[in-house]
């Protein structure tokens, strides 16, 4: 029996989503969660991997199981009273056998959130990227949809030796300002190592005239792992 459920956690406690031996990642409190509760060693996979202080409001993940008598209201309840303040899970579900979290994905949005002020607001700086000046919009809306289709992203992510090809789909690639606040909406069908951060730093530097071609990754806590699509 396969189980999928989602989850949503605040990444600055941990060192990303994947299990690291001996730091704190989402997947092992998960499976810590999930151990405790069906009393067996249970082994989560994620939709995939969002890195170290990354915020995920919508992933997704999956495990398999022998068949268990529990109504999915009352395991989600009791994986929730096991689960960490900064994590929680929501709407477990039984699904097909040939399902998993990852292989079966479509597309992904992630979000990455700024706010313009020339200081600090407590609220959101574990959630936002600060900047100090309106960049422009209409060029950074150019920018982003330049990169929407299909291409090699290969200048576009830290990992240089994806087993793959540095090809990816991008479906939509947003800019929504409102208030003081401009979030970078993007959705693709996969993403590799640090992928949207730098895409969204390159996109900002085109705002704000900066014309050299060297890449800034955006710090992590401005960016959200929004919804994962099947």
């Not at 574990?126 to 209409?138: C, F, R």
């Not at 900066?210 to 401005?222: E, N, Y």
Request: aromatic share 10%; hydrophobic share 35%; net charge neutral.
């Amino acid at each position: 029996m396969v189980i999928k459920f989602a989850c949503e956690y605040n990444g600055k406690g941990f060192h990303g989503f994947q299990r690291q031996k001996n730091l704190r990642t989402v997947q092992s409190v998960l499976e810590e969660a999930l151990s405790k509760y069906f009393g067996e060693c249970i082994k989560v996979a994620g939709s995939g991997r969002t890195d170290a202080g990354v915020h995920a409001r919508g992933q997704v993940c999956s495990f398999s199981i022998e068949n268990i008598d529990a109504n999915m209201f009352k395991i989600n309840t009791a994986i929730n009273a096991f689960l960490p303040e900064d994590v929680s899970a929501q709407d477990f579900e039984i699904m097909n056998d040939d399902f998993h979290a990852q292989f079966s994905a479509k597309a992904k949005t992630y979000i990455y959130k700024c706010y313009i002020n020339q200081h600090r607001s407590a609220l959101r700086t574990d959630t936002h990227m600060q900047i100090y000046k309106l960049p422009d919009i209409d060029k950074m809306t150019q920018a982003a949809n330049a990169f929407i289709g299909t291409h090699c992203f290969k200048e576009f992510t830290t990992d240089k030796k994806d087993s793959k090809d540095f090809i990816r789909t991008i479906h939509s690639f947003n800019i929504k300002q409102e208030d003081d606040e401009i979030w970078f909406i993007v959705r693709g069908s996969g993403f590799m190592r640090n992928m949207v951060r730098i895409l969204c730093g390159r996109v900002l530097d085109l705002g704000n005239g900066v014309k050299t071609q060297k890449m800034q990754t955006l710090p992590a806590h401005g960016l959200v792992l929004e919804s994962v699509e099947y």
